[in-house]
């Protein structure tokens, strides 16, 4: 299976619970979704994603996708 990182605000997070990244010369814009945890295994502390953040989605050592958080889902 590939390694695929999201990159927000320069911190990597790893470790999806699912993955669904869509690319179409079709479309004006490429698209992801990434499913995780709000919470690292026994942290209390939430991840710090916020909307509007700059992200990169990365899959093994390849940039896919540049571009800013438009949603978070808690």
Not at 20 to 26: E, F, G, T
Request: charge should be negative; aromatic fraction near 6%; include cysteine.
């Amino acid at each position: 299976m590939p390694e695929v990182r999201l990159k927000v605000d320069g911190m990597i997070y790893g470790g999806w619970k699912s993955v669904d990244v869509r690319r179409s010369l079709d479309h004006a814009a490429d698209s992801f979704s990434l499913g995780l945890t709000d919470r690292w295994a026994g942290s209390e502390q939430r991840r710090p994603i916020r909307m509007g953040s700059p992200c990169e989605v990365w899959i093994d050592d390849q940039k896919l996708i540049t571009g800013h958080v438009d949603d978070v889902n808690l």
